[in-house]
């Protein structure tokens, strides 16, 4: 199993440009996640998504849009990138137990520039 | 709401001492809590979590924590450190709202020195 990964790795972007995250999980789970980590601010949620077809705002939504047209894939979109976009993305994903005890998954992240 | 406080940005010890790593929590229902690791230019990696079976729950590498209501506290310990366990270490806190959301702490840098 592959668990969680991410493309691409490392991307530099202009104010101004577009781009899509994609994360990618072998482990049939329900639940995905997109963080970001900031220094000194620890991963902030972005979007989540608890199954194929829906997906949801998290505590730090704007400026990014989500889609999970598959089960295995969900993608994060910054249709006008802004420096203060620049971080660290990481994915994650987790089964679809129903309680606060889920392990969730992440992936190696995705470093994004953008100047 | 719930949250987590990481007490100490970075934290330095030699190889062969012990590792101490703060981590309080605030919750207003029985909390679940979770212990990750991340190495360098790599994802989280769980830890450890506790989700009530036990007070005293033990880890990947050795490593441990306590849960104590009373303090509202959950420490995470090694006995012996390794230069093989420097890297950033996160408390967190779930909570479940129809997901599970994770609270992360800031963090804490682990500097392991010969």
């Known amino acids: 199993n592959a668990g969680v990964t991410q493309t691409p790795k490392f991307r530099v972007l202009k104010t101004g440009q577009s781009m899509t995250l994609l994360c990618a999980q072998d482990m049939n789970h329900e639940y995905m996640y997109w963080y970001r980590q900031d220094p000194g601010m620890g991963l902030r949620l972005i979007h989540y998504s608890v199954g194929e077809g829906t997906t949801a705002k998290g505590e730090v939504p704007d400026g990014y849009n989500v889609s999970r047209l598959k089960k295995q894939n969900f993608l994060l979109g910054l249709e006008s990138a802004a420096p203060s976009q620049t971080s660290v993305y990481f994915c994650?994903?987790?089964?679809?137990?129903?309680?606060?005890?889920?392990?969730?998954?992440f992936g190696p992240g995705t470093r994004l520039t953008v100047l | 709401a719930q949250s987590v406080t990481q007490l100490g940005s970075h934290v330095s010890v030699s190889e062969g001492a012990l590792v101490l790593l703060r981590c309080n929590y605030s919750s207003s229902v029985p909390p679940y809590l979770f212990w990750y690791v991340q190495y360098p230019n790599q994802g989280l990696q769980l830890l450890l979590k506790?989700?009530?079976?036990?007070?005293l729950v033990k880890g990947i590498n050795g490593f441990e924590a306590e849960f104590k209501k009373s303090e509202t506290s959950f420490h995470l310990t090694k006995p012996s450190a390794h230069m093989s366990d420097a890297a950033e270490y996160f408390c967190?806190?779930?909570?479940?709202?129809?997901?599970?959301?994770?609270?992360f702490g800031t963090g804490t840098r682990l500097l392991v020195s010969p």
């Open positions: 994650a994903s987790s089964f679809s137990r129903q309680d606060s005890t889920d392990t969730q998954y």
């Open positions: 506790y989700t009530s079976a036990a007070t």
């Open positions: 967190a806190v779930s909570v479940y709202t129809g997901f599970q959301k994770l609270v």
